[in-house]
């Protein structure tokens, strides 16, 4: 690589690397603050509380490191272009196309950076959470109840009681269990029930063993008493189907035919376009003419272009789960028209005067 493009990497890179470890730094500060007002930590412990907040921040790094690149790219360049570091460049032959395809081949590597991570890591780190967010969130829990003690909750409009528990084999002995629905109210009443272990493909769930169901409906006559001798007992929520697929792997959501599936596997397959295009937009917020101090209106422009960017992204994907706009072209149009926009800021376009112009 040229003494110039060795420069240029330089500049881009160092303050990538400064605005990721912020923005990490951020992410992680706020997930822990929300989780320690949450009952996570009551629940899972302190330790299991940080391991979720890394899962979430491996997450979060799809958007983060196409975020970070876009900032380093303007302030590095704006830096150059600030101390007529490009002016001197001009004049030495290595011109604004020179600028533009250096910084497009630095964002490769970038680019495939963010494409692991989106097409590998966040399925995993969902895959992982999903069990600890369940076993945090699940009412029916083990680890939530003490022997001897009744368990309410109004939003599930449950009550539950277990006269003792083995911590070990998650065993629980008399198990007692109400919930009230509009259609009537239900006890159980279980000599024993253990909790199954969870996984990725799994819900929690309880199995109750030797036990009564007294089913009071609205209406007296519909009363009724079953005996079981092993009753499953199962709740998942729309939560939880929805951590399925994002934990779910690229390969399978490539054979599948749902909005939602196809929606998450675009979603996956677009942050290595989206990390390029941003940067190649970026690189158009630095072509002033260098003693013109624009620097406050080029960050507020450029945080205005993402924040743009980054709804309409979540929209182009809510719309194809919701079937508004057809799996093709799903959400690929918002990245055509980044590549538009790119196009037509393109030095000598006609949509951009001359840095001496400016």
């Known amino acids: 690589m040229r003494t110039i493009e060795r420069y240029i990497t330089r500049e881009l890179l160092l303050p990538f690397v400064v605005v990721m ?44 490191v196409p975020i970070a690149f876009y900032v380093a790219v303007i302030y590095g360049l704006n830096r150059m272009n600030r101390d007529q570091e490009i002016n001197v460049l001009r004049t030495v032959g290595y011109g604004d196309n020179r600028i533009l395809y250096t910084v497009f081949i630095i964002s490769l590597p970038i680019a495939v950076l963010s494409g692991m991570l989106s097409v590998y890591a966040r399925p995993w780190a969902y895959a992982e959470s999903y069990v600890m967010n369940a076993q945090a969130e699940a009412e029916l829990n083990t680890d939530r109840f003490q022997p001897g003690r009744f368990y309410g909750s109004e939003k599930s409009n449950r009550v539950v009681f277990i006269r003792g528990k083995d911590d070990l084999t998650k065993r629980m ?9 509009t259609e009537g109210r239900e006890i159980i009443i ?5 909790q199954r272990p969870m996984t990725a493909e799994q819900w929690p769930y309880i199995e109750l063993q030797e036990g009564r169901i007294y ?8 009363d009724s008493v079953i005996h079981f001798e092993k009753l499953i007992y199962f709740n998942e929520n729309d939560q939880a189907q929805n951590y399925r697929r994002k934990a779910a792997s690229t390969r399978s959501l490539w054979d599948s035919t749902g909005p939602h599936e196809i929606a998450e596997l675009q979603w996956r397959l677009s942050r290595p376009a989206a990390t390029i295009l941003l940067a190649l937009i ?13 620097t406050d209106r080029t960050f507020l422009a450029a945080a205005l272009i993402f ?3 980054y709804n309409l992204s979540g929209l182009a994907k809510t719309w194809v789960e919701q079937g508004v706009v057809a799996t ?20 000598g376009s006609g949509f951009l005067l001359p840095a001496g112009k400016q």
């Open 282 to 294: 970026a690189v158009s917020f630095t072509r002033t003419a260098p003693r013109k101090d624009k």
């Open 190 to 194: 279980s000599r024993e029930g253990y």
């Open 328 to 347: 093709m072209p799903g959400i690929w149009w918002l990245y055509a028209l980044l590549l538009l926009m790119v196009l037509l800021r393109l030095p």
């Open 215 to 222: 089913r009071l409906g609205v209406d007296a006559i519909k």
């Open 21 to 64: 470890i912020i923005l990490i730094g951020l992410f992680v500060s706020f997930s822990v603050a929300r989780f320690l007002t949450s009952a996570v930590t009551e629940t899972l412990g302190t330790g299991a509380m940080f391991k979720l907040v890394g899962l979430k921040t491996i997450i979060a790094l799809e958007v983060l």
């Open 307 to 309: 924040a743009v960017y």
């Open 173 to 181: 002995e008399d198990v007692f269990h109400y919930i009230r629905t």
